[in-house]
């Protein structure tokens, strides 16, 4: 999917190549297109954060723990709860991306107000970012990912409290 696929490609292609596995041809894309790819055999495999549905095989690679993105110049408690997440503007990536979904959901187990959701959208955690860095919102960014923003100043990451504890479970499905 497109919030894992880049920065899974890169180690899984290293390792593939030193294995010689056979040859690979990786493909990026939203949830909902590659489930239905797969279902009609145009793809073998595909690592989503979920579920496929019945008729396949899912094999967990692991939780991927999502983070509270927040100007770096804004207060934020770390770990971030509730009031954290209350009291924000969130930004989301456009319509199809699974990590979309999270957002509105963290933001709907909040009581975060509707107007205060989705104001404005990207197609990409980078862009999404670069967002929150300018001070037009917040966002949540997946663990998988936080490497890349981590050294920033102007973006701060904060992991959620035991009573939000917001992850999501990436799996391979063929």
């Known amino acids: 999917i497109d919030t894992v696929a880049p920065y899974l490609f890169g180690p899984w292609m290293r390792q593939l190549r030193e294995k010689n596995t056979p040859r690979l041809i990786p493909m990026q894309g939203k949830t909902r297109d590659l489930i239905e790819q797969l279902r009609d055999g145009e793809v073998d495999a595909i690592v989503i954060a979920g579920s496929a549905g019945a008729g396949f095989t899912h094999i967990p690679l692991g939780d991927d723990p999502l983070l509270l993105a927040t100007p770096g110049n804004e207060k934020a408690s770390n770990p971030a709860g509730y009031a954290d997440v209350a009291e924000r503007d969130f ?33 990409s955690i980078e862009v999404v970012v670069e967002m929150v860095a300018n001070g037009l919102g917040s966002t949540l960014v997946p663990g998988i990912a936080a490497s890349r923003f981590m050294s920033r100043r102007d973006v701060k990451l904060s992991l959620f409290d035991g009573e939000l504890g917001v992850k999501r479970p990436l799996v391979l499905c063929y």
């Open 91 to 123: 930004l989301l990536l456009s319509d199809g991306h699974c990590l979309r979904e999270n957002v509105v959901e963290l933001c709907r187990r909040a009581n975060v107000p509707g107007e205060q959701i989705g104001h404005l959208e990207a197609s």
